[in-house]
């Protein structure tokens, strides 16, 4: 199977807004005729699901929006992706990837295929397209782009299970490998402003406020113990991480990057800031409440005593659900000693271990290093010789 692209499917959301309230939400909707359309959490098919409710006397089109902030803003030129998801309409179908007002369409209209299918009033929808070449003028501003549906909203609709993938065919749903970071962001945890990162002192005394609106800044340190760290930053905003020993500042910093891979921690450093800023660079006020359109896939850190934060994956629910179990004879920890570890990938159907013919008669195991999209083995056992955050997939 292939990596989920969009972060938080299947989750609850304790607040989704409107997008046409102006703010940075994970899903919006647009041009809903006779007021806003009411959007929420709720149980559906399995799973938490987006239910979306007309207001009265609605008619006409609209969109349903799935936010930047969900897929990061990292979609590329003349690439092949294909979405799929569950809902129980028939008329909930993709239109584009695009900016704004459903405007700078990123995928060649012409390439859009849909597969379909209805069983026991669930509507399985799987469509594959192809964006428009790099020479294209759409990827001159293309970062904030989300996901718009065509939605008549005629009536409620639900809809989960989305996955958006690379490549041209749909694999199971699976939830995308970094909806569980070490250290979520949240907007309770930042506020307007920045600090003076070469300025000796506590965290407290370096910060500054005034003229920095166009910047957020963790309120408070965060701690870490690890030797690595990556911020799972969304295109169109770069990241600031300043390095601290208790409270002190170290004077030692990784200045302005979108890099989404592992940074070297200082051996000293045992706490952490960040500051956030849009790019291309530009003085509006940047709210805390942005932080999910932001850096919604969080913060992860890694020890390099240990291979990987490797998550147990289930790819579905039920008597029938696919589990993928890791066994390392030799543990997950490098040492003087050990040099290289294997990792290999057990797969179960309905709680029963799958023999090798077996799994290759739904497909082949493929892993991947978070972060990166294309597969960086392929086979049931993965041998590193370095840590690496992975996991492995079932892909037919």
Known sequence: MGANLILNTNQKYDQINDI???????????????????????????SWAIKATPPTGASGYSYLLINAGLTRGRFYPNTTYTLSYDTDVDWLSFFN?????????????????????????IVHK?????TKPATDSVWSNYQDSGIYFNASMLDVCHVNNLKLEIGDRATLYTPNPLDFPSIPLCEDMFEQGSFYSNNNGNYEAIKVTSGFDYQIR?????????EKIAIHISSGYRFFLGFFKG????????????EDKWWDVPAEADHFALLFKRYPENTSALQPSEIAQICGGGVDVLSTKATASITLSRVNDGADAFTIVYDSPSGLEFSDTVKSI???AKVFKGGKELTDAQVNAFGAIKWYQVGVAAAIATGKTLTLTAPKEVYATLEN
């Open 20 to 46: 046409n309230q102006n703010t940075f939400c994970r899903w919006g909707v647009q041009h809903v005729p006779n007021g806003p359309a009411k959007l929420e959490s709720d149980w559906w098919n399995g």
């Open 97 to 121: 990837i695009a900016q704004g007002n459903a405007t700078q369409l990123l995928v060649d209209q012409n390439t859009i295929t849909c597969k379909k299918e209805n069983m026991d009033g």
């Open 126 to 130: 799987e469509y594959t397209f192809l």
């Open 218 to 226: 963790t309120k408070n340190l965060i701690p870490i113990n690890a």
């Open 247 to 258: 409270q002190e500042n170290l004077k030692q910093w990784i200045a302005w990057k979108n």
């Open 342 to 344: 294997a990792i290999t």
